[in-house]
């Protein structure tokens, strides 16, 4: 595991998105797997920034999001399709029928198709506060052997997005197999708020309660923190 420990969000965030063009630059027709949340928003700005300055291209890029909200449409402004198009597809060449969700109709063929397009080159995840990837939230469902499913999402994960507003309860989200398949994994997590789950995923013990510390045995695993999220580390 590599650690990289920025001194703003502003660095961490320009320093996460030149590894996506990097990986790009290195292979026009990488496959990436994608995040949402507000941490992935000023990634995707530097993104679209570097492709309209003619720093990169994704014309050739196939992405495969690592979740979705269940039950409700594509383009409902909660979606993570309407997310990704906001803040990325709309804003670069991508082609949107190479960008591909782990929906209803193709949650359990998901692992299967993302093997079909030779693997994720690259995946950018963030980290819940409850130390959840992509939805894997603690608990045995979030097992080292788990895959692309439909979930219940947490109490905490409900309240801290303000799901209840919405009536949004469930989702689907690849597994921890699933993201361990992961050529190489990037974490980014910016702000005190994050501190927590960064220390567990740190110094945590390795388990279905604490499902993003199976991170640590992957071959190329690097998180990206500004100061504050690595507040409670003892390399800051």
């Given at each position: 595991?590599?650690?990289?420990?920025?001194?703003?969000?502003?660095?961490?965030?320009?320093?996460?998105?030149?590894?996506?063009?990097?990986?790009?630059?290195?292979?026009?027709?990488?496959?990436?797997?994608?995040?949402?949340?507000?941490?992935?928003?000023?990634?995707?700005?530097?993104?679209?920034?570097?492709?309209?300055?003619?720093?990169?291209?994704?014309?050739?890029?196939?992405?495969?999001?690592?979740?979705?909200?269940?039950?409700?449409?594509?383009?409902?402004?909660?979606?993570?399709?309407?997310?990704?198009?906001?803040?990325?597809?709309?804003?670069?060449?991508?082609?949107?029928?190479?960008?591909?969700?782990?929906?209803?109709?193709?949650?359990?063929?998901?692992?299967?198709?993302?093997?079909?397009?030779?693997?994720?080159?690259?995946?950018?995840?963030?980290?819940?506060?409850?130390?959840?990837?992509?939805?894997?939230?603690?608990?045995?469902?979030?097992?080292?052997?788990?895959?692309?499913?439909?979930?219940?999402?947490?109490?905490?994960?409900?309240?801290?997005?303000?799901?209840?507003?919405?009536?949004?309860?469930?989702?689907?989200?690849?597994?921890i197999s699933t993201i361990l398949k992961a050529k190489k994994?990037?974490?980014?997590?910016?702000?005190?708020?994050?501190?927590?789950?960064?220390?567990?995923?740190?110094?945590?013990?390795?388990?279905?309660?604490?499902?993003?510390?199976?991170?640590?045995?992957?071959?190329?695993?690097?998180?990206?923190?500004?100061?504050?999220?690595?507040?409670?580390?003892?390399?800051?």
């Amino acid at each position: 595991m590599n650690i990289h420990i920025l001194k703003s969000k502003k660095e961490a965030s320009l320093y996460a998105s030149a590894k996506i063009i990097h990986q790009i630059h290195h292979k026009p027709n990488s496959v990436l797997g994608l995040s949402t949340g507000n941490t992935m928003i000023s990634i995707y700005n530097d993104l679209v920034h570097a492709y309209k300055n003619h720093m990169t291209a994704f014309v050739k890029v196939k992405t495969f999001n690592v979740d979705e909200y269940a039950d409700i449409s594509r383009y409902n402004k909660n979606s993570f399709f309407y997310f990704m198009n906001k803040y990325l597809f709309s804003k670069t060449d991508i082609k949107l029928k190479n960008t591909n969700f782990p929906i209803e109709t193709n949650s359990k063929s998901y692992d299967k198709i993302i093997k079909e397009t030779g693997g994720l080159d690259l995946l950018i995840l963030g980290i819940g506060r409850n130390g959840h990837i992509a939805f894997n939230e603690p608990g045995k469902s979030s097992n080292l052997s788990s895959k692309t499913r439909k979930i219940i999402l947490s109490d905490e994960t409900i309240k801290v997005n303000k799901l209840h507003r919405k009536n949004i309860t469930h989702a689907y989200t690849v597994g921890i197999s699933t993201i361990l398949k992961a050529k190489k994994i990037v974490i980014v997590a910016f702000g005190k708020e994050k501190s927590n789950a960064v220390y567990n995923l740190v110094n945590g013990k390795m388990g279905y309660n604490n499902p993003s510390a199976f991170l640590r045995d992957h071959n190329n695993f690097m998180l990206i923190l500004d100061q504050d999220a690595a507040r409670l580390l003892s390399i800051r």
